[in-house]
């Protein structure tokens, strides 16, 4: 299991006003491993005292207490793995990391390179920043079960929104924002735009020009797909 969290760099304290972290520094990266890790088991433990949890096929056994103890054990041995990367620097960037999981498989096709009766072949990065791409080859079967682990149960959502981003709270929260840092408007200069304007102003690339042959009469007409063989 991995998860994604995009933390801003400041927030609402409880007398509501605004308090930034430091230019150069957020969060020591071992501290935010200890904390994450207390916090989810904690919670963790505490839905199975509940019994909220369900345990079925081979994690049946969980369902004795002992066992339980000793799986929650292991988790609190394991090194989880956090990893903390710089800011967004712009709408822009935000908008294409969100759409990669918003709208984005596991896979894209272009990434797989054959198939064939018992085996599946695609293309991965590197194992280090910085490495080549690399072909990774996997049983039919292998392949389905890493692809199936991308995807989430009925009962989860996909991007959750928490602190002064709530649901709840949000509209509230981001009027007091607003008139804290001078009622600055940031969503009035992408209304009443179309897609391709919108587009245009976050990446400063007109989508109506053709990256060929620099044609400025491309219009969009549709999806097509790949004939499946």
């Given at each position: 299991?991995?998860?994604?969290?995009?933390?801003?760099?400041?927030?609402?304290?409880?007398?509501?006003?605004?308090?930034?972290?430091?230019?150069?520094?957020?969060?020591?990266?071992?501290?935010?491993?200890d904390k994450f890790k207390g916090k989810f088991l904690d919670g963790?433990?505490?839905?199975?005292?509940?019994?909220?949890?369900?345990?079925?096929?081979?994690?049946?056994?969980?369902?004795?207490?002992?066992?339980?103890k000793e799986f929650k054990n292991s988790l609190y041995d394991k090194?989880?793995?956090?990893?903390?990367?710089?800011?967004?620097?712009?709408?822009?960037?935000?908008?294409?990391?969100?759409?990669?999981?918003?709208?984005?498989?596991?896979?894209?096709?272009?990434?797989?390179?054959?198939?064939?009766?018992?085996?599946?072949?695609?293309?991965?990065?590197?194992?280090?920043?910085?490495?080549?791409?690399?072909?990774?080859?996997?049983?039919?079967?292998?392949?389905?079960?890493?692809?199936?682990?991308?995807?989430?149960?009925?009962?989860?959502?996909?991007?959750?929104?928490?602190?002064?981003?709530?649901?709840?709270?949000?509209?509230?929260?981001?009027?007091?924002?607003?008139?804290?840092?001078?009622?600055?408007?940031?969503?009035?200069?992408?209304?009443?735009?179309?897609?391709?304007?919108?587009?245009?102003?976050?990446?400063?690339?007109?989508?109506?020009?053709?990256?060929?042959?620099?044609?400025?009469?491309?219009?969009?007409?549709?999806?097509?797909?790949?004939?499946?063989?």
């Amino acid at each position: 299991m991995h998860m994604h969290c995009i933390v801003s760099g400041g927030g609402l304290t409880p007398d509501r006003q605004i308090r930034k972290s430091k230019e150069k520094f957020f969060i020591p990266v071992y501290v935010l491993r200890d904390k994450f890790k207390g916090k989810f088991l904690d919670g963790l433990n505490t839905f199975y005292t509940q019994e909220k949890l369900a345990f079925s096929g081979s994690c049946r056994k969980l369902r004795n207490s002992y066992e339980w103890k000793e799986f929650k054990n292991s988790l609190y041995d394991k090194d989880w793995c956090p990893y903390i990367k710089e800011t967004f620097n712009g709408f822009g960037n935000a908008i294409e990391y969100l759409g990669r999981y918003t709208h984005k498989i596991s896979i894209s096709d272009s990434r797989i390179l054959s198939v064939t009766e018992t085996e599946t072949t695609f293309s991965a990065r590197g194992k280090k920043p910085g490495e080549p791409k690399r072909t990774v080859t996997l049983s039919n079967t292998e392949f389905i079960r890493r692809f199936l682990r991308h995807i989430l149960p009925s009962v989860f959502q996909k991007i959750q929104y928490y602190g002064f981003l709530n649901n709840r709270s949000k509209s509230k929260n981001l009027k007091l924002i607003f008139k804290l840092q001078g009622h600055q408007r940031f969503r009035s200069l992408y209304t009443g735009i179309t897609m391709p304007e919108l587009l245009e102003k976050i990446w400063k690339t007109n989508p109506n020009v053709c990256p060929a042959c620099g044609c400025t009469s491309m219009q969009y007409l549709g999806k097509v797909h790949a004939c499946s063989q």
